[in-house]
């Protein structure tokens, strides 16, 4: 909280933040209920707040937002351990079970659900009422699915990622931009998402993740810088609490740019690298700006919503093989 400038003394109150949780019951007979110790002993009332989007890992009626912050955010790490100790695919249903069952035990009168745009900026803020809230974010998360920001066209050979981390998506990339997840649980082709990427380079962490990794094994290329600044047990914890230790496995590592991308390439299928279908951007949660390749141009254009900003020129590379050209 301190490194987000929430302190006492900026808030001008008391903050009680802790693992601690009260255990208040079960659901579907053997499934514990866990909820946040402080906000359950010593609250009036609890007011959830959450983001309504897509999730990384799962389809469902819900994904997150208020269910899941009342069901693993106020269950805490305890809450969340048992909730992926049964696996993501047993999430479309026990979100919603936990999270109607707690507000049944807790006194929640309302929740605060925020929706952002393709640009991540808030574009929806809406107080739900508790007894609509699971029917209302139902239809939030609809319109947060229209609204996310995601990359145009329909087959792409390599993807060039800059930054990833968990300021960004809790996967480090967001899956529902690249359509690729940790643990490959969701057919997102068959569902009909796209585009459809062959291969995904990834460049660097952002400085706001800390060292954490997570889902640096989306990856099927990375550059060293990246693996240099990954925090072990920061992302070892994320992935052992998720249980999805795929997405802390490296990927290919070269140490320049240029390396990075002409063997990337080289695991792509049908692809020539004089007509591959190339694009870059700078972390999943920004693709208002991208750099395509002239191969892809096209496909984008007929998406009609982009527009061409610069001239196609050659990819600029300096003495050590490294992109030039920034954001």
Request: aromatic share 8%; with cysteine.
């Amino acid at each position: 909280l301190e490194h987000y400038g929430i302190t006492p003394e900026k808030m001008g109150c008391e903050i009680r933040a802790s693992m601690e949780t009260v255990h208040i019951g079960y659901v579907e007979e053997t499934v514990p209920v866990y909820f946040d110790r402080n906000a359950y002993e010593g609250a009036d009332a609890v007011i959830p707040i959450g983001r309504v989007k897509p999730h990384t890992d799962f389809v469902g009626p819900v994904e997150s937002g208020l269910m899941k912050m009342i069901a693993i955010g106020l269950g805490k790490q305890k809450g969340a351990e048992y909730f992926h100790a049964r696996g993501f695919k047993h999430f479309d249903h026990l979100i919603p079970a936990v999270g109607q069952f707690s507000l049944t035990k807790v006194n929640m009168p309302f929740g605060i659900a925020t929706v952002e745009n393709g640009h991540a900026h808030c574009s929806l803020i809406e107080a739900v009422p508790a007894a609509q809230m699971y029917d209302r974010e139902v239809e939030l998360l609809k319109i947060a699915r229209e609204r996310i920001g995601t990359l145009p066209g329909d087959e792409l050979d390599l993807l060039i990622i800059d930054e990833i981390g968990k300021d960004v998506s809790g996967d480090g990339a967001d899956p529902n931009v690249i359509n690729r997840d940790v643990i490959g649980l969701v057919d997102r082709a068959a569902l009909g998402f796209k585009p459809v990427i062959q291969r995904i380079y990834m460049r660097d962490l952002t400085p706001d993740t800390e060292g954490n990794a997570t889902g640096v094994g989306m990856a099927d290329v990375v550059l060293k810088r990246l693996v240099d600044k990954i925090d072990p047990l920061k992302t070892y914890m994320n992935m052992i609490t998720s249980k999805g230790p795929e997405g802390a496995r490296i990927p290919m590592t070269f140490d320049n740019d240029r390396t990075s991308i002409y063997i990337a390439l080289a695991c792509c299928l049908d692809t020539e690298v004089e007509t591959a279908k190339i694009a870059r951007i700078r972390s999943t949660k920004y693709v208002e700006d991208m750099y395509v390749s002239e191969a892809y141009l096209n496909e984008v254009l007929a998406s009609g919503r982009v527009d061409v900003i610069n001239e196609p020129g050659p990819i600029a590379f300096d003495a050590n093989g490294m992109l030039t050209e920034g954001w």
